[in-house]
């Protein structure tokens, strides 16, 4: 309960500007974004854009999953089952919760035991994921591999990633990344966000150019 207060204090209640990241992941238009955040940054920038909302969920009685879904429409979100899910849409997984449109996080130790213990099991990933992911790379922004919960939480959410699986933008990644990292068939990029922020509008300007 404590917890939650205080995730909501932070997240729900408090007015953050706008990152420069959230703002151009947002301008991507992409299919399938995995938010590790708590925030609600990058579900604002996706506020004129129609998607499926995946959202983690941990000691929930009444159900089997650890999920809650959420369709948006360009104006609110509105919970659906799996089986009403507009596979068309592009997708918004937030495994570690938000408090939009409703409060739910992964975030006490009993949170990430439970969680982690559905993820290996097949309870935490909605099925449409499950097949949409499939041999897919992934890149990771601003995301640090030091945890143990934060490196679980990965390898599961990725499961079936196409070989390699990857690039992660780290600067000056740790031994245990580096180790971690490489067990995963993932390329490390000794970068930072700003760096790519950097590169993206060099690409930009360029085009504009020609």
Do not use: C
């Not at 604002?44 to 369709?71: C, D, E, K, N, S």
């Amino acid at each position: 309960k404590a917890v939650n207060n205080f995730l909501d204090a932070t997240y729900k209640d408090t007015q953050w500007s706008t990152s420069p990241l959230h703002a151009w992941l947002g301008a991507q238009k992409l299919p399938y974004v995995i938010d590790a955040n708590r925030d609600t940054q990058l579900q604002l920038q996706y506020a004129a854009t129609p998607h499926t909302l995946v959202v983690g969920i941990a000691r929930m009685a009444g159900t089997a999953f650890r999920f809650r879904l959420f369709h948006y429409d360009g104006t609110q979100y509105t919970a659906v089952e799996q089986e009403a899910v507009d596979s068309s849409l592009p997708i918004l997984f937030k495994p570690l919760g938000t408090p939009l449109p409703e409060s739910n996080y992964i975030a006490s130790d009993a949170d990430f035991v439970d969680y982690i213990t559905e993820l290996m099991g097949g309870f935490a990933i909605p099925s449409f994921v499950k097949r949409s992911r499939q041999n897919k790379r992934y890149v990771t922004l601003g995301l640090r591999l030091n945890r143990d919960t934060d490196r679980m939480v990965f390898s599961d959410v990725i499961f079936g990633a196409d070989k390699p699986a990857g690039w992660a933008l780290i600067a000056h990644p740790t031994d245990k990344e580096k180790r971690y990292l490489d067990r995963l068939n993932i390329e490390i990029v000794n970068a930072d966000v700003a760096d790519l922020l950097a590169a993206a509008q060099g690409v930009d300007s360029a085009l504009e150019a020609a």
